[in-house]
């Protein structure tokens, strides 16, 4: 079946911009979660949806994060007055429900570079 | 501690090498571990749950020592398939019954012809 699909697969941006990136879960998982991973470094959990609601947003680095999922499927994470450190490949995953036990499904991801 | 530890690497084994990973992980309450495989500019890919003590897949071994709280990933007869860079990755409880995944910085590993 179709796996998590992320759009756009790269965008490039200014310093200051606006922008929105796109996930689109396996049909039926319920948990959808957002992670931003740096050239060498592991993901970074940023937040975790379930259902419509943001269950946990702790990782989310200031209030230029936002992130939304208003009909418990596709969700939005967007990123206000870029800057040069956004920068980074964002993941998003999804699972069946959230357990400790429950494999998450990495998309593709988006390559954001701010300039 | 780091959450959750890694040597770096980079490993560079020839083909039909037996190569391991090691990660230690600071949560002992921590009950499910994870190795995800990423290839470049890719997604990560869960490769291998750990549970119990250990768990085999073909050329693959993942054993946990939950008393010096660490996990290792043992790979047999290395493939140039399987150069890749190895994520020890353990779930973190976010509150509220909900877990989010904590990665490691993953151990890159070149296997040469």
């Known amino acids: 079946g179709a796996g998590v699909s992320q759009t756009p697969s790269n965008k490039v941006t200014e310093k200051g911009k606006y922008v929105e990136l796109r996930c689109d879960p396996i049909?039926?998982?319920?948990?959808l979660y957002w992670y931003r991973q740096s050239l060498g470094q592991g993901p970074e959990f940023l937040i975790y949806f379930q259902g419509t609601g943001a269950a946990d947003d702790s990782g989310l680095p200031n209030d230029r994060f936002f992130a939304v999922r208003p009909e418990g499927s596709v969700s939005t994470l967007k990123i206000q007055r870029t800057e040069r450190g956004d920068s980074a490949m964002y993941l998003c995953?999804?699972?069946?429900?959230?357990?400790?036990?429950?494999?998450?499904?990495f998309g593709p991801g988006t390559r954001l570079t701010v300039l | 501690r780091k959450e959750v530890e890694q040597d770096p690497g980079p490993f560079n084994v020839p083909e039909g090498a037996t190569v391991a990973f090691n990660c230690t992980y600071s949560?002992?309450?921590?009950?499910?571990f994870f190795w995800y495989r990423q290839d470049c500019r890719k997604e990560p890919k869960l490769l291998m749950s750990v549970y119990s003590s250990g768990n085999e897949d073909g050329r693959f071994t993942a054993q946990l020592n939950r008393a010096s709280q660490y996990i290792s990933l043992l790979i047999r007869d290395s493939k140039l398939s399987d150069s890749a860079t190895y994520l020890c990755?353990?779930?973190?409880?976010?509150?509220?019954?909900?877990?989010?995944?904590?990665f490691g910085k993953g151990t890159k590993l070149s296997v040469i012809p």
């Open positions: 949560n002992s309450a921590s009950q499910s």
């Open positions: 995953a999804s699972s069946p429900l959230a357990g400790p036990t429950d494999t998450q499904y």
């Open positions: 049909s039926g998982h319920t948990a």
């Open positions: 990755v353990v779930p973190s409880s976010s509150g509220a019954g909900s877990y989010q995944l904590t």
